[in-house]
């Protein structure tokens, strides 16, 4: 294990570098000065790269020199107004960094759907199905990492509610952006086509809904206490969500897809 970690360590160590010099760090802990100006001279040269730009131009002047004036302006800035022990504006700084690091997160989501589809069409699976596991297991992993580890150091409110704050804004603001972008170019109404593993997710979805209502009502009623029982509840629902989709897929069942405009 110790010579795969270190392969794994070679071949992570570029795009390790990449992100730290593309993603500035306003944290007194974290802060870097040298490694700040880098980032503020290579973020707008990453994000001509993220949106597929590098050929364009702005008048007679090609995108990538704008970048690079840009970058530099920005790093002079940097370099003339902080100091080597402490940021200045490091609401500023941090702010950079997150807006860089969501272009990183949604770089690397599509890397990973792009393999998801593959994978997919090589095995003869389902997209629906790579969806309902692969996709939503790999999704949710690394919120149910962060919610336990803020649970198990006192925080339980703050878990709780991220558990029901997240998935809420993926389905509502995920869902309404992605729409909105996909059929900006589209005619009015535009038309969605729900599969049969789809229409149970839906399906599944307004029970969700329920069982947060359910969940919340319990947790106040409870002095911020839950009965065991809800934990069996809301992972039988999920199983039963599971085993109905796999039937589904299978042939086993037959859910009827439904056509809808939005």
């Known amino acids: 294990s110790n010579v ?8 992570e ?48 002047m090609p995108a990538w020199a704008m970048c690079v ?5 920005a790093a002079s800035v940097v370099y003339f107004t902080c100091s080597d022990e402490s940021p200045r504006l490091p609401v500023l700084i941090s702010f950079f960094g997150f807006a860089s690091a969501t272009l990183w997160m949604d770089m690397v989501a599509n890397e990973l759907v792009a393999i998801i589809k593959t994978l997919g069409v090589i095995l003869d699976i389902n997209q629906d199905i790579m969806g309902l596991t692969v996709m939503s297991w790999a999704n949710s992993v690394g919120d149910l990492v962060a919610d336990i580890k803020v649970a198990k150091q006192g925080y339980a409110s703050m878990a709780a509610t991220a558990c029901f704050a997240g ?24 038309p969605v086509n729900l599969s049969g593993n789809n229409l149970l997710s839906f399906s599944f979805r307004e029970a969700y809904f329920v069982a947060i209502a359910a ?3 319990l947790f106040m009623k409870g002095e911020r206490q ?3 029982i ?3 509840i809301l992972i039988g629902g999920y199983v ?19 056509g809808s405009n939005v």
Request: hydrophobic residues 55%; proline residues 6%; glycine residues 10%.
């Open 69 to 73: 004036i840009v970058g530099a302006v």
């Open 240 to 258: 039963l969500f599971m085993i109905l989709s796999i039937l589904q897929q299978f042939g086993v069942i037959n859910v009827h897809g439904i």
């Open 226 to 228: 839950l009965p065991r």
């Open 13 to 60: 160590t570029p795009f390790t570098i990449l992100r730290r010099i593309t993603c500035p760090l306003g944290g007194e802990e974290e802060w870097n000065k040298g490694l700040a100006v880098a980032s503020f001279f290579f973020l707008p040269l990453f994000v001509l790269v993220y949106l597929q730009a590098f050929d364009a131009s702005v008048g007679h």
């Open 215 to 217: 969940t919340v009502a």
């Open 230 to 232: 809800m934990f069996f």
């Open 4 to 11: 795969f970690g270190k392969i794994l360590y070679v071949m």
């Open 167 to 190: 998935p809420m804004f993926n389905q509502l603001i995920g869902l309404g952006v992605g729409f909105l972008l996909h059929s900006s170019g589209e005619p009015s109404p535009y």
